[in-house]
């Protein structure tokens, strides 16, 4: 019964992150986080290979969509969509998978 509330409880502290994982054997940079309503656009850096990033979604008062740019190691740029819809009453967990078979 405890390991069940531990489950539950790891589960809730994911909500409202988008989990971005680099399945590739090659690093990825200039990853950034665009956010489509609000105009804003957050820089997260590189990832190497085989790793992941959880990035909290920055709420505001509007529902808004995310997209995942980002540049692969043979300086190809990508975009993904990251969260469809994406609101602060409704926060949700998203994973991007990138790379990988």
């Known amino acids: 019964?405890?390991?069940?509330?531990?489950?539950?409880?790891?589960?809730?502290?994911?909500?409202?992150?988008?989990?971005?994982?680099?399945?590739?054997?090659?690093?990825?940079?200039?990853?950034?986080?665009?956010?489509?309503?609000?105009?804003?656009v957050d820089m997260l850096g590189s990832l190497p290979a085989h790793t992941a990033y959880k990035y909290e979604i920055q709420y505001t008062e509007f529902e808004d969509s995310i997209t995942i740019d980002y540049t692969d190691y043979v300086q190809r740029t990508h975009s993904t969509t990251g969260a469809a819809y994406a609101a602060h009453y409704d926060k949700q967990r998203y994973v991007v998978d990138i790379g990988g078979q």
């Open 1 to 40: 019964m405890v390991l069940l509330l531990v489950a539950c409880t790891d589960n809730q502290q994911e909500k409202g992150k988008i989990v971005i994982n680099n399945n590739s054997d090659y690093p990825i940079s200039d990853v950034k986080a665009i956010y489509t309503s609000a105009k804003r």
